[in-house]
């Protein structure tokens, strides 16, 4: 709307999203300040977030200058209670990728490219590289890693959908409802075993 503050829109239409979640038990939903901006979040064990081509918005964001690309949909397997990303489980989010590739064919597939050496390498686990050398698209692996790790001592990585920013906030919540049904399925994978 015309002279309506832009953030507050923003905030609003995730706001609105949170409350039309009923995401079928055991999987939990809320609403959080992203990690990588001002904006919000509303999670569902995946972050769905309106996605800016700058994160330095409004100063860039409103008024003609640049537009929203649309709602971003992160599906990721989070690990909590950490300092650092070195120990993910790499061979667990590998585990998971045939359900993510069977619930959907519009993955972004821009490569991931993990910050942190042992993110990408891997040590004592496989990292990024050893699964996409195993099969895994190279586009899975997008996330937050060792910075978040440190800042709230959590991690994750997967893959990521992005929505038109014409969607409406009817058919987004849509989107959400049917991926709860993958999330579920994925929250059944049994970590594989790995050998040290």
């Not at 906030?169 to 849509?174: F, H, R, S, V, W």
Request: glycine share 10%; proline share 8%; with cysteine.
């Amino acid at each position: 709307m015309p002279g309506e503050d832009f953030v507050i829109a923003l905030r609003a239409r995730i706001s609105w999203l949170h409350g039309q979640l009923a995401p079928p038990a055991p999987i939990h939903h809320d609403l959080v300040s992203s990690a990588a901006g001002v904006s919000w979040v509303a999670r569902l064990y995946t972050e769905v977030e309106e996605n800016l081509p700058v994160r330095d918005f409004p100063k860039y964001a409103g008024g003609g200058l640049r537009q929203l690309r649309g709602p971003s949909i992160k599906v990721c397997l989070q690990q909590r209670n950490v300092a650092t990303s070195a120990g993910y489980n790499w061979h667990y989010l590998a585990a998971m990728w045939p359900l993510m590739h069977a619930a959907r064919t519009d993955w972004v597939t821009n490569r991931a490219h993990p910050k942190a050496a042992h993110d990408r390498a891997g040590h004592d686990r496989a990292g990024h590289q050893q699964i996409v050398a195993a099969g895994v698209p190279p586009y899975v692996g997008i996330g937050f890693g060792e910075a978040q790790a440190k800042i709230d001592g959590a991690c994750m990585f997967g893959a990521r959908v992005q929505l038109p920013p014409t969607i409406t906030l009817g058919d987004l919540a849509q989107e959400l409802s049917t991926l709860s049904g993958l999330i579920n399925d994925m929250a059944n994978v049994v970590p594989p075993e790995v050998a040290q």
